[in-house]
């Protein structure tokens, strides 16, 4: 057992990590940002345009979100996106270098808290679409507007789930 810190730095001082969280982090931005306006971007790429346009198109929604959503919804995303390319990135040095003799409840958080901050992903204008599509399906939308901060708690415990989970396992490192 070591302090989290020095497991945090013995995990992302090899480079491939530190690659593998960035990958996963930049494709879960890209998830979160890009995936709400799959209409629009569906519709885009059924114009007779150019593919490197439409790959255009593409990334200026991606980036197009850091500045044209509110501060928290921007927080939030790389928030979660960081957190979540760092868990996998941890978890998977932990598998691979001292899994022998580990318990699930090292990472059960990180899997409870990236399943919440998907579900609680959304913006200040579009609420949480993905927990909002999912009570849809099984006609529990009005649940959310009992919640005081309307679907927002699953973005703060699936946060906070992220950061139990990336701490524990950089302690078991």
């Known amino acids: 057992m070591t ?6 730095k013995k995990i992302f001082r090899d480079i491939r990590y530190a690659a593998l969280a960035l990958g996963v982090a930049l494709g879960s931005y890209f998830l979160l940002v890009v995936s709400p306006q799959y209409g629009i971007i569906g519709f885009f790429w059924s114009l007779p345009v150019g593919f490197a346009r439409k790959l255009y198109f593409v990334y200026s929604i991606a980036l197009g979100f850091l500045t044209g ?7 939030y995303v790389l928030g979660v996106s960081a957190l979540l390319g760092l868990n996998v990135a941890a978890f998977i040095y932990f598998y691979r270098t ?64 992220l950061l139990v989970s990336l701490y524990l396992i950089c302690r078991r490192v």
């Open 69 to 75: 959503t509110g501060f928290l919804s921007v927080v």
């Open 98 to 161: 001292v899994h022998e003799g580990w318990s699930g409840t090292s990472i059960a958080p990180g899997l409870g808290g990236g399943f919440l901050a998907f579900l609680g992903a959304g913006c200040a204008s579009c609420g949480t679409f993905i927990a909002t599509y999912v009570l849809g399906l099984i006609g529990g939308q009005g649940l959310l507007l009992w919640l005081p901060l309307g679907g927002v708690e699953f973005a703060i415990v699936g946060i906070a789930g």
């Open 3 to 8: 302090s989290a810190w020095q497991g945090f």
